[in-house]
T-cell receptor, first 115, second 114 residues
Framework: DAGVIQSPRHEVTEMGQEVTLRCKPI?????LFWYRQTMMRGLELLIY????????DSGMPEDRFSAKMPNASFSTLKIQPSEPRDSAVYFC?????????????FGPGTRLTVT | AQTVTQSQPEMSVQEAETVTLSCTYDTSENNYYLFWYKQPPSRQMILVIRQEAYKQQNATENRFSVNFQKAAKSFSLKISDSQLGDTAMYFCAFRGGGADGLTFGKGTHLIIQP
Protein backbone atom coordinates (compact mmCIF):
# COMPACT_ATOMS: atom_id res chain seq x y z
CA ASP A 1 0.00 0.00 0.00
CA ALA A 2 1.16 3.53 -0.71
CA GLY A 3 2.08 5.61 2.30
CA VAL A 4 1.34 9.26 2.85
CA ILE A 5 2.32 11.23 -0.23
CA GLN A 6 3.51 14.83 -0.08
CA SER A 7 4.46 17.22 -2.84
CA PRO A 8 6.66 18.94 -3.59
CA ARG A 9 9.60 17.39 -1.72
CA HIS A 10 11.52 20.63 -1.91
CA GLU A 11 10.31 24.16 -2.44
CA VAL A 12 12.39 27.29 -2.72
CA THR A 13 10.56 30.56 -2.99
CA GLU A 14 11.08 34.25 -2.43
CA MET A 15 9.67 36.19 0.45
CA GLY A 16 6.17 37.42 -0.27
CA GLN A 17 5.25 34.59 -2.61
CA GLU A 18 2.41 32.18 -2.05
CA VAL A 19 3.36 28.59 -1.23
CA THR A 20 1.06 25.57 -1.42
CA LEU A 21 2.02 22.22 0.07
CA ARG A 22 0.02 19.12 -0.82
CA CYS A 23 -0.75 15.87 0.95
CA LYS A 24 -2.50 12.63 0.08
CA PRO A 25 -3.22 10.52 3.18
CA ILE A 26 -3.23 6.75 3.32
CA UNK A 27 -6.43 5.45 1.80
CA UNK A 28 -9.05 4.79 4.43
CA UNK A 29 -7.46 6.97 7.09
CA UNK A 30 -9.90 9.49 8.55
CA UNK A 31 -7.48 11.74 10.42
CA LEU A 32 -4.94 14.03 8.78
CA PHE A 33 -2.32 16.11 10.57
CA TRP A 34 0.07 18.86 9.50
CA TYR A 35 3.30 19.32 11.48
CA ARG A 36 6.24 21.68 11.11
CA GLN A 37 9.81 20.83 12.07
CA THR A 38 12.48 23.45 12.79
CA MET A 39 15.77 23.29 14.64
CA MET A 40 14.61 25.85 17.17
CA ARG A 41 11.13 24.55 17.94
CA GLY A 42 11.31 20.89 16.97
CA LEU A 43 8.14 19.18 15.71
CA GLU A 44 4.95 21.15 16.21
CA LEU A 45 1.37 20.30 15.36
CA LEU A 46 -0.17 22.96 13.14
CA ILE A 47 -3.66 21.64 12.43
CA TYR A 48 -5.56 18.40 12.09
CA UNK A 49 -8.70 17.18 10.36
CA UNK A 50 -11.15 14.41 11.08
CA UNK A 51 -13.34 13.26 8.21
CA UNK A 52 -12.21 16.33 6.24
CA UNK A 53 -13.31 18.76 8.97
CA UNK A 54 -10.72 20.93 10.75
CA UNK A 55 -10.77 20.03 14.44
CA UNK A 56 -7.92 21.99 16.00
CA ASP A 57 -6.00 24.77 14.28
CA SER A 58 -4.56 26.31 17.43
CA GLY A 59 -1.04 25.50 16.26
CA MET A 60 -1.30 27.55 13.07
CA PRO A 61 1.21 30.34 13.66
CA GLU A 62 -0.74 33.22 12.11
CA ASP A 63 -3.29 34.22 9.54
CA ARG A 64 -0.80 33.78 6.74
CA PHE A 65 -1.24 30.03 7.16
CA SER A 66 -4.35 28.22 6.00
CA ALA A 67 -5.21 24.56 5.43
CA LYS A 68 -8.00 22.80 3.61
CA MET A 69 -9.17 19.26 3.08
CA PRO A 70 -11.70 19.27 0.24
CA ASN A 71 -12.00 15.48 0.23
CA ALA A 72 -10.75 12.39 2.00
CA SER A 73 -7.74 11.97 -0.25
CA PHE A 74 -6.31 15.46 -0.48
CA SER A 75 -5.21 18.32 1.76
CA THR A 76 -3.31 21.55 1.23
CA LEU A 77 -1.36 23.85 3.49
CA LYS A 78 -0.99 27.35 2.10
CA ILE A 79 1.28 30.17 3.22
CA GLN A 80 0.51 33.62 1.83
CA PRO A 81 2.63 35.69 1.92
CA SER A 82 5.65 33.57 2.82
CA GLU A 83 8.44 34.86 5.07
CA PRO A 84 12.00 33.59 5.69
CA ARG A 85 10.99 32.40 9.17
CA ASP A 86 8.57 29.96 7.55
CA SER A 87 11.55 27.95 6.31
CA ALA A 88 11.13 24.46 7.78
CA VAL A 89 10.22 20.89 6.95
CA TYR A 90 6.46 20.40 6.79
CA PHE A 91 5.10 16.94 7.46
CA CYS A 92 1.71 15.50 6.76
CA UNK A 93 0.56 12.44 8.73
CA UNK A 94 -2.56 10.32 8.75
CA UNK A 95 -4.27 7.91 11.11
CA UNK A 96 -7.02 5.34 11.03
CA UNK A 97 -9.39 5.80 13.97
CA UNK A 98 -10.60 2.21 13.80
CA UNK A 99 -7.16 0.85 14.60
CA UNK A 100 -7.23 1.79 18.24
CA UNK A 101 -3.51 2.35 18.47
CA UNK A 102 -3.49 6.06 17.66
CA UNK A 103 -0.24 5.78 15.75
CA UNK A 104 0.26 8.29 12.98
CA UNK A 105 1.99 7.57 9.68
CA PHE A 106 4.07 10.34 8.24
CA GLY A 107 4.83 11.43 4.72
CA PRO A 108 8.37 12.22 3.56
CA GLY A 109 7.97 15.92 4.29
CA THR A 110 8.36 19.06 2.22
CA ARG A 111 11.48 21.12 2.83
CA LEU A 112 10.51 24.76 2.37
CA THR A 113 13.12 27.47 1.95
CA VAL A 114 11.99 31.08 1.80
CA THR A 115 14.69 33.52 0.71
CA ALA B 1 -0.29 21.16 28.47
CA GLN B 2 1.77 18.05 28.16
CA THR B 3 5.52 18.26 27.81
CA VAL B 4 7.99 15.65 26.63
CA THR B 5 11.65 15.83 27.60
CA GLN B 6 14.54 14.00 26.03
CA SER B 7 17.61 14.84 28.05
CA GLN B 8 20.23 13.31 25.76
CA PRO B 9 20.83 15.49 22.67
CA GLU B 10 23.31 12.99 21.25
CA MET B 11 24.56 9.49 21.98
CA SER B 12 27.21 7.35 20.33
CA VAL B 13 27.77 3.61 20.75
CA GLN B 14 29.62 0.84 18.98
CA GLU B 15 27.86 -1.51 16.63
CA ALA B 16 26.32 -4.53 18.40
CA GLU B 17 26.11 -2.73 21.74
CA THR B 18 22.89 -2.05 23.61
CA VAL B 19 21.79 1.56 24.03
CA THR B 20 19.00 3.17 26.01
CA LEU B 21 17.41 6.49 25.11
CA SER B 22 15.54 8.32 27.84
CA CYS B 23 12.25 10.16 27.73
CA THR B 24 10.16 11.73 30.47
CA TYR B 25 6.81 13.42 30.15
CA ASP B 26 4.47 15.49 32.22
CA THR B 27 0.73 14.92 32.23
CA SER B 28 -2.20 14.82 34.60
CA GLU B 29 -4.03 12.27 32.49
CA ASN B 30 -4.36 8.59 33.28
CA ASN B 31 -5.04 7.23 29.80
CA TYR B 32 -2.59 8.12 27.06
CA TYR B 33 -0.27 6.67 24.44
CA LEU B 34 3.46 6.96 23.99
CA PHE B 35 5.51 6.45 20.86
CA TRP B 36 9.07 6.36 19.64
CA TYR B 37 9.73 7.57 16.11
CA LYS B 38 12.96 7.26 14.15
CA GLN B 39 14.08 9.92 11.68
CA PRO B 40 17.07 8.83 9.55
CA PRO B 41 18.94 11.28 7.31
CA SER B 42 16.25 10.77 4.66
CA ARG B 43 14.04 12.70 7.18
CA GLN B 44 11.21 10.18 6.90
CA MET B 45 9.49 9.75 10.28
CA ILE B 46 9.22 6.03 11.01
CA LEU B 47 7.18 4.57 13.87
CA VAL B 48 9.39 2.32 15.99
CA ILE B 49 7.18 1.28 18.88
CA ARG B 50 4.11 2.33 20.86
CA GLN B 51 2.90 1.84 24.43
CA GLU B 52 -0.58 2.21 25.86
CA ALA B 53 -0.54 3.66 29.36
CA TYR B 54 -3.17 1.20 30.61
CA LYS B 55 -0.94 -1.75 29.76
CA GLN B 56 1.57 -2.76 32.39
CA GLN B 57 3.56 -4.95 30.04
CA ASN B 58 6.38 -3.19 28.23
CA ALA B 59 6.10 -3.16 24.45
CA THR B 60 8.66 -5.00 22.34
CA GLU B 61 9.35 -4.96 18.60
CA ASN B 62 12.27 -7.20 17.61
CA ARG B 63 15.45 -5.44 18.82
CA PHE B 64 13.48 -2.50 20.22
CA SER B 65 11.85 -2.51 23.64
CA VAL B 66 10.63 0.07 26.09
CA ASN B 67 10.82 0.50 29.83
CA PHE B 68 7.56 2.20 30.76
CA GLN B 69 7.40 3.51 34.32
CA LYS B 70 4.00 5.16 34.66
CA ALA B 71 4.44 6.49 38.18
CA ALA B 72 7.76 8.05 37.27
CA LYS B 73 6.39 9.25 33.90
CA SER B 74 9.34 7.69 32.16
CA PHE B 75 9.40 5.96 28.78
CA SER B 76 12.87 4.83 27.69
CA LEU B 77 13.76 3.00 24.48
CA LYS B 78 16.26 0.16 24.48
CA ILE B 79 17.93 -0.90 21.26
CA SER B 80 19.67 -4.25 21.46
CA ASP B 81 22.42 -5.44 19.10
CA SER B 82 22.61 -1.98 17.54
CA GLN B 83 23.23 -1.77 13.81
CA LEU B 84 24.68 0.94 11.57
CA GLY B 85 21.21 1.47 10.13
CA ASP B 86 19.96 2.50 13.56
CA THR B 87 21.84 5.79 13.19
CA ALA B 88 19.11 8.44 13.24
CA MET B 89 17.27 11.00 15.30
CA TYR B 90 14.86 9.38 17.75
CA PHE B 91 11.79 11.23 18.95
CA CYS B 92 9.61 10.38 21.90
CA ALA B 93 5.96 11.41 21.42
CA PHE B 94 2.87 11.65 23.65
CA ARG B 95 -0.78 11.39 22.72
CA GLY B 96 -3.23 12.35 25.44
CA GLY B 97 -6.73 11.05 25.80
CA GLY B 98 -8.35 14.36 24.97
CA ALA B 99 -6.31 15.43 21.98
CA ASP B 100 -5.37 13.71 18.76
CA GLY B 101 -2.15 15.52 17.94
CA LEU B 102 1.23 14.26 19.09
CA THR B 103 3.54 16.22 21.39
CA PHE B 104 7.16 15.49 20.57
CA GLY B 105 10.39 15.73 22.51
CA LYS B 106 13.37 17.53 21.01
CA GLY B 107 14.97 14.28 19.94
CA THR B 108 18.16 12.30 20.54
CA HIS B 109 20.71 11.94 17.78
CA LEU B 110 21.95 8.35 17.97
CA ILE B 111 25.16 7.45 16.19
CA ILE B 112 26.18 3.82 15.76
CA GLN B 113 29.92 3.54 15.20
CA PRO B 114 31.36 0.65 13.15
Amino acid sequence: DAGVIQSPRHEVTEMGQEVTLRCKPISGHDYLFWYRQTMMRGLELLIYFNNNVPIDDSGMPEDRFSAKMPNASFSTLKIQPSEPRDSAVYFCASRDSTGGGYEQYFGPGTRLTVT
Amino acid sequence: AQTVTQSQPEMSVQEAETVTLSCTYDTSENNYYLFWYKQPPSRQMILVIRQEAYKQQNATENRFSVNFQKAAKSFSLKISDSQLGDTAMYFCAFRGGGADGLTFGKGTHLIIQP
